[in-house]
């Protein structure tokens, strides 16, 4: 499974109530979602107040990615949300006694939604909806009025309705639930219907609001019970993102074809040294070394950028006789170029065994990125990953799987467990991985940890790969 994640570019949070509907928080490092509080006592009424999340995502790199087929869309698995839960200050859970007694609590056993925003909104420069003493260079507070806020999208421009929808899972096509047992728990939501609908161009992309579900909202009582989440804004590492997955591992089978298993053979294309990928193709031909036909008319599939393949089962092969798989009339420039590619490959004995083989210890030595490098946030580099046996130069004799791991810091997993791509490059198999830094979080450390998967075992290598994230240095910088 590989990741892409998206950091917010723009966020705020609102609230309902005379106290705070024009308020404007957008600078919060921390967002405080919470409901209840309307009570009376002693013929005193205590208005209801709920807050709700906003977050922008602008999607125009990932479309980019899309269109280029670094990404290939066709391979997303889920789009989702996550932001990291952060226990509210004391300041914010100190009870009210304006007018009658507010307890404040930390929220649990709450259901939140995710929804779409439905307009155009502005961030605001506010920080605080409570009256949290931030140091500052002069007295004051910085509770500041302004947009986008409960009323207001735009300074000009008013929500459809206050806090953008009354009741959003009633106004809205798509929208996410994820219950909190403890309250204590991230958030973690699959958004995929919402974002393809952007994407399909069902609707636009003014991002997502989250709150509580709607019965929540409508509680009433002594207590105001708040769950707070990081924003983008934190000074540290948790800060939220919609976190893309996708699976394009490359797993080529042209050195380990057999004629009890169906086997994917690849195609990769280049012009000069840039993975570039074809205008149009026809179909792909599997041959003797005779010329007489096999299949005929299998048309490949792309994988990724330069990335092609087809599947075959070659169940009427003898182990050790030659094939050629022909990709006809390939066309990079329409009315220029027309190649036919041709590529071979043998069949090999039963890919099932009874297998006495013993476990090796095994080494993994890489190159494309050196141990501590430090990285800007624009590279996109190939890490190579030669696997021997322990103290020789032989590589595995079984079909390994070799997988890796990113971490941030040593402690956050940013990509679980991922095959390695296993290609077949100038007739001999290569594992690697392809490290896109746009995403990574700068001035952290990262750190790539490699795992072998070997007759029912899954064993860490000692080898690990750390490197830093800064920013990218423009000439001004020099």
Not at 18 to 30: K, L
Not at 196 to 213: E, F, K, R
Not at 393 to 413: A, C, D, H, Q
């Amino acid at each position: 499974m590989s990741v892409y994640r998206i950091y917010p570019s723009k966020s705020n949070t609102i609230a309902s109530g005379s106290a705070f509907e024009y308020i404007n928080s957008s600078q919060n490092p921390v967002s405080d979602i919470f409901y209840g509080g309307g009570f009376t006592e002693n013929g005193v009424y205590r208005e209801n107040n709920i807050s709700r999340l906003l977050l922008y995502f602008d999607l125009s790199n990932l479309v980019t990615k899309f269109s280029d087929l670094i990404i290939n869309s066709g391979t997303v698995q889920s789009f989702r949300i996550v932001l990291k839960n952060s226990v509210p200050s004391d300041k914010i859970l100190i009870p009210e006694y304006q007018n009658a007694t507010l307890n404040k609590a930390i929220s649990a056993s709450f259901d939140l939604i995710s929804f779409p925003i439905d307009k155009d909104w502005d961030e605001g420069r506010g920080y605080d909806l409570f009256d949290t003493n931030y140091l500052i260079k002069s007295a004051g507070n910085l509770r500041l009025t302004g947009n986008s806020n409960w009323i207001y999208a735009k300074s000009n421009d008013s929500w459809n309705e206050p806090g953008i929808y009354n009741n959003p899972t009633a106004s809205t096509t798509y929208y996410s639930t994820q219950h909190f047992q403890l309250g204590s728990e991230d958030i973690s939501m699959d958004v995929t219907n919402i974002v393809n609908d952007w994407l399909s161009g069902g609707s636009i992309n003014y991002g997502l609001a989250v709150s509580y579900s709607r019965p929540y909202e409508l509680e009433s009582g002594d207590t105001r019970n708040i769950a707070s989440f990081f924003t983008q804004k934190t000074n540290s590492s948790f800060k939220p993102y919609l976190e893309v997955t996708y699976n394009q591992t490359i797993n080529d089978d042209r050195n380990i074809v057999t004629n009890n298993r169906p086997c994917r053979l690849f195609l990769y294309t280049f012009s000069g040294n840039q993975a570039t990928n074809f205008y149009s193709s026809s179909t792909v031909s599997i041959k003797t070394m005779s010329n007489a036909n096999v299949f005929t008319g299998l048309v490949p599939q792309q994988l990724s950028k330069g990335v092609y393949y087809v599947d075959v089962w070659m169940s009427g092969a003898t182990p050790g006789q030659r094939y050629k798989d022909v990709w006809q009339g390939v066309t990079f420039q329409p009315g220029y170029d027309q190649t036919d590619f041709i590529q071979f490959f043998d069949i090999n004995q039963n890919y099932y065994t009874n297998n006495s083989k013993s476990i090796n210890d095994y080494v993994v030595t890489t190159y494309g990125l050196n141990n501590n490098d430090t990285l800007q946030t624009d590279e996109l580099i190939r890490i190579y990953a030669d696997t021997r046996v322990n103290y020789t130069l032989k590589s595995p004799k079984t079909n390994f799987g070799l997988e890796y791991r990113l971490s941030m810091n040593n402690v956050i997993e940013i990509i679980p467990w991922t095959p390695c791509n296993s290609a077949i490059i100038d007739g001999c198999a290569k594992s690697f991985l392809d490290l896109d830094t746009s995403w990574l979080l700068s001035n952290q450390n990262y750190q790539i940890t490699f795992r072998i998967n070997e007759l029912g075992t899954r064993r860490i290598i000692a080898e690990k790969l750390n490197f830093k994230i800064v920013d990218k240095l423009y000439p001004q910088d020099y």
